[in-house]
T-cell receptor, first 113, second 112 residues
């Protein structure tokens, strides 16, 4: 059973911010939100994760709503190389549990010139 | 990620053949995983291993077996390949103290 809901596809202009939404209304208090992406049949790549505070790293920002029922991944200046399938995953902290990731169908982000 | 390698990268085989896919990592991670991906779908976990003596079934383990020969090596076997095992197979690793998984480049397997 999917724990997350994402739009199947989104478009973004190169150089603009890409905002990818994810709904996870049944998230429990000790579950994290992870984002991975997969570029054309390559191995998935970790982007960012968070519990309840907003997070930022060199790749992206993660905004989690106060009730934690949804989140948004922000790529601040999208490039053509950011075209990929983006997966939002809800799971326990990997270091303390199964560590398996349940991938849904993700959002296909297409960045246009 | 070059720290996680998979061999072969592509394989075409026939129904009934035994196939082994190999995964090696130089990251020093204790946890390793095998996933499969079918066209248009997300990844599904086949087996995972938290250390050399620990092997666990994932959600779709039927028809597969694994061997953790060393901390750095985790092999996936298809005892008798069938066409619906045609898929893209990924190996991944993680450190029990960290929060991310690192994936190999994948093996594209076709069973005729």
């Amino acid at each position: 059973d999917a724990k997350t809901t994402q739009p199947p596809s989104m478009d973004c202009a190169e150089g603009r911010a890409a905002n990818l939404p994810c709904n996870h209304s049944t998230i429990s208090g000790n579950e994290y939100v992870y984002w991975y992406r997969q570029i054309h049949s390559q191995g998935p790549q970790y982007i960012i994760h968070g519990l309840k505070n907003n997070e930022t790293n060199e790749m992206a920002s993660l905004i989690i709503t106060e009730d934690r029922k949804s989140s948004t991944l922000i790529l601040p200046h999208a490039t053509l190389r950011d075209t990929a399938v983006y997966y939002c995953i809800v799971d326990y902290e990997i270091g303390t549990s199964y560590g398996k990731l349940t991938f849904g169908q993700g959002t296909i982000l297409t960045v246009h010139p | 990620d070059a720290d996680v390698t998979q061999t072969p990268r592509n394989r075409i085989t026939k129904t009934g053949k035994r196939i082994m896919l190999e995964c090696s990592q130089t990251k020093g991670h204790d946890r390793m995983y095998w996933y499969r991906q079918d066209p248009g779908l997300g990844l599904r976990l086949i087996y995972y291993s938290f250390d050399v003596k620990d092997i666990n079934k994932g959600e779709i383990s039927d028809g597969y077996s694994v061997s953790r020969q060393a901390q750095a090596k985790f092999s996936l076997s298809l005892e008798s390949a069938i066409p619906n095992q045609t898929a893209l197979y990924f190996c991944a690793t993680s450190d029990s103290r960290a929060d991310t998984q690192y994936f190999g480049p994948g093996t594209r397997l076709t069973v005729l």
